[in-house]
């Protein structure tokens, strides 16, 4: 298995993380070749989830940084003379990790021995990172603009708790409602408070559909004042007040009178879009997206290879020119990496330390009949700390087994011990009698670096960072500069397989064939010849053959292409002529007819080699740079997959919004 | 409107690279094959709806994209699946021994009753032979599954292989049915690619889509 790698690509991406796949495979995506590495075993990197085994595991699991001997060694090796090598770093994203399993008095055998018994340890999936997916936010249009939607599935959120301190001192856990039914049925809200409740959300409505004046007027005036001066003004009183900040600050925590309607809106907006709550959780943890974009990516070519030492950089000049990992060079035009690898000289710009504490249970923290995936925000617990949030997912969530639960604790930290959010976590355990007994505890650390001396064709991925949900990253990942890539794409060899809705979005159209490319009176491979030539630039020749007196009929056979007045975009040769042999002088050339813009040969034609295709396009002209389509909503078409393919996905999903339709009207028959 | 099937199974197929996993997925979704070698790129899965006891049953069959060079399937590959096809390669000793390896990989990731196959491919080149047949049969005795040699090239055994396979996940699941309870429960699993989706709320006659 110790294949070799590949001694060029496009790109090289390092670390497997969520923004660092979701590039992958945007990559990959727009034609580009891609190794993708880790240094890990397992996918993921400091956005992984773990199997109850693993974690264990991984703990152990260091990278010494090389020694001289090494570099000496390494540079000897694979550094030309005017190269220099750059030692990539191993940050330490996640740090101070603990990890204890906690004996309790009711187990007559340890729980570690009783799941490991049971073959149950592979059943947890625990999340370094858990997130939640806003139903209409950009993370889901991602997933489905991508299509990396087949490969995931998700469940509701179905309960968020809201903790108020009784007087007592005690944490009681309300249920917030979040459709209109439960906010009627609450028992939270007097009957006015359900009112002024209404009131608001159609005022929400309005502002962000078509805002009245006086609305208008108001938010203007107070946008960076605090979200509950607003609400105030709004004629909220105090408990409803706390409780919309509480509801929607899970999404924009310490709201302005603006963010915090913004974020009023997104909640609202996306409540009844997939269910009656507002989010989901994948399935199996959030370790699963970062795999899922990684599929994709391999899917359209990106090779992977993990658990190899990612050791250094090659620079020249400005530039990186390859990379050495497991000993071996891999030239490369760009490189995107994880925050983990930037080179320790590299100055932190700004780092975010998060509070990270996960407990394994086997009792919900509010137990329900039915078991449900929990979202509890601290912030009022905790109102001087930026972060502060309970995630309770289970077996339904698919991260533990049968009646057990995971209790992710987020939170930035302030003040004492005793705020910190562990400690109310365990206030929580206490007075609801739920006893952990698995802990770990980390520091996660959401790096910025300045990476503009590191070289000009690095991209450093977005950290991991403490919201949420996802907004941030993929906003950040659209602003990475993808078209950049791109430029250099004429300079490369392009992948033809990949590059065919390009080419068509470029201008040529190549999909009303009928020129057969195998047709042996073309011959196109000589025309390359001449092509390929560096001195002519066919496109920047303002000489129009049909327009030149030069008749090609009277010259030798044999015609100088390279001639540099001339123009082959205005070329003109019918190809769909047989028999045409270019280098006879018999074709007259200044025949106007064809455009090869209209001849519309169909690359998707397997007969067509295109991996070998003969024709070089590189400076044939056709100008790549405005035609990728790389992020998002701008995701390539899938028309060059297999045809019988696509219409089969499209069946599925006729057949599914079938069953929909199916199961709507039997819920209508049954009320 | 009916569905147009009764069941739905989610198949893989894993195995050493090189092995014809594609050409055996092309051959029974497509009756093609393609002799040259690509190393599978573009290809996520494959659908073929078969009939079995008057059952309309729906073969989802995903290919490892490659993943496999480097032993890098990611783990979220065997989510949900339902069988497995384990190929080996009938003129390649390494391709046979590997199998305990992705048998490993599957008790790691894959469900605990998942069903298992293990087929040899290649069987029409018998003068490249290394792995005789009893050697397969042993093997497949070794770890409780069916075991077939197949040709893709030749179409021998493809329908066979699939067709076994799902026999045996269509009984196991009926068993199942009757005693209920297992994994987590499907109900509320949301795909978020569907076009469907969008549920009357009582916030959608409010539309509100600032963002």
Known sequence: ?671 | MAKTYDYLFKLLLIGDSGVGKTCVLFRFSDDSFNNSFISTIGIDFKIRTIELDGKKIKLQIWDTAGQERFRTITTAYYRGAMGIILVYDITNERSFENIKNWIRNIEEHAASDVERMIIGNKCDIEERREVSRERGEQLAIEYGTKFLETSAKANLNIDEAFFTLARDIKSKMEQNEMRAGGSSSNAGRVNVGGTGTQKKSFFSNWSCSLL
């Open chain 1, 1 to 671: 298995m110790d294949e070799k790698l590949p001694e060029n690509v496009d790109v090289v991406v390092l670390g497997t993380g969520l923004p660092e796949a979701i590039l992958a495979s945007a990559c990959a995506r727009a034609g580009l070749s891609v190794l993708h590495l880790d240094r890990n075993e397992y996918y993921g990197g400091d956005w992984s989830s773990f199997t109850m085994s693993m974690v264990h595991e991984v703990n152990e699991n260091k990278i010494t940084p090389l020694t001289t001997e090494q570099i000496a060694e390494i540079s000897k090796i694979h550094v030309k003379e005017n190269e220099k090598l750059i030692e990539l770093g191993n940050r330490e994203v996640v740090e101070n990790i603990e990890m204890t399993w906690i004996p309790r008095d009711s187990d007559e055998k340890s729980m570690k021995e009783k799941l490991e018994e049971m073959g149950q340890m592979r059943r947890f999936s625990i999340d370094l990172v858990p997130k939640i997916l806003v139903s209409k936010g950009n993370m889901v249009q991602t997933l489905c603009d991508s299509q990396v939607s087949h490969y995931a599935e998700f469940k509701l959120i179905n309960r968020q708790l809201c903790p108020t301190e009784t007087k007592d001192s005690k944490i009681q856990l309300n249920p917030v409602p979040c459709s209109k039914g439960e906010i009627f049925q609450s028992s939270v809200l007097s009957i006015l408070e359900k009112r002024a409740l209404m009131k608001f959300i159609t005022f929400c409505t309005q502002w962000s559909t078509k805002p009245s004046e006086e609305g208008r007027q108001l938010l203007g005036e107070m946008a960076d004042r605090p979200f509950s001066e607003f609400l105030a003004q709004m004629g909220v009183g105090e408990t409803l007040q706390s409780f919309i900040i509480n509801t929607i600050g899970i999404l924009q925590p310490r709201p302005t009178a603006m963010s915090g309607m913004l974020a009023s809106c997104e909640f609202m907006d996306s409540v009844g879009h997939f269910g009656p709550s507002p989010f989901l959780f994948p399935l199996y943890g959030c370790g699963e997206l970062s795999q899922c974009f990684c599929r994709l990516a391999a899917v359209f070519g990106s090779l992977y290879c993990l658990g190899r030492p990612v050791q250094a950089m090659v620079k020249e000049d400005d530039r990186i020119t390859a990379i050495i990992a497991n000993n071996e060079r891999i030239n490369c035009r760009h490189v995107i990496m994880s925050p983990r690898f930037v080179p320790e000289d590299v100055e932190i710009q700004k780092n975010e330390k998060i509070e990270r504490v996960v407990f394994a249970t086997d009792k919900s923290i509010k137990v329900v009949e039915k078991e449900q995936l929990t979202l509890v925000n601290l912030a009022s617990l905790r109102p001087e700390a930026a972060v502060s949030r309970l995630v309770e997912v289970g077996f339904e969530a698919c991260t533990a087994p049968k009646g057990h639960f995971l209790v992710h604790a987020t939170g930035s930290s302030c003040g004492g011990d005793e705020k910190s959010v562990e400690s109310i976590a365990e206030r929580i355990f206490e007075e609801n009698e739920v006893v952990p007994y698995w802990k770990m505890s980390f520091t996660a650390n959401s790096m910025k670096f300045d990476t503009k001396r590191l070289g000009a064709n690095i991209v450093v991925a977005p950290p991991v960072d403490s919201n949420i949900h996802y907004s941030n990253v993929i906003e950040e990942l659209e602003d990475v500069n993808l078209r950049d890539f791109s430029v250099d794409l004429q300079e490369s060899d392009v992948d033809l397989r990949d590059s065919i809705v390009d080419l068509l979005d470029a201008g040529v159209d190549l999909r009303n064939r009928s020129v057969d490319l195998q047709d042996p009176g073309v011959n196109l491979r000589d025309l390359v010849v001449d092509l390929r030539d560096p001195g002519v630039d066919l496109r920047g020749s303002d000489l129009d053959l049909r327009d030149s007196d030069v008749d090609l009929r009277e010259r030798d056979p044999g015609v100088d292409l390279r001639d540099p007045g001339v123009d082959l975009r205005n070329f003109c040769v019918d190809l769909r002529e047989p028999g045409v042999d270019l280098r006879d002088p018999s074709v007259d050339l200044r025949n106007p007819g064809v455009d090869l813009r209209n001849a519309g040969v169909d690359l998707r034609d397997p007969s067509v080699d295109l991996r070998n295709p003969g024709v070089d396009l590189r400076n044939a002209g056709v100008d790549l740079r405005n035609c990728r389509q790389i992020f998002c909503s701008t995701w390539p078409d899938l028309d060059f997959l297999p045809r019988a393919m696509k219409s089969e996905e499209e069946e599925e999903s006729e057949e599914k919004s079938e069953e929909k339709e199916e199961n709507a009207e039997e819920t209508a028959e049954n009320q």
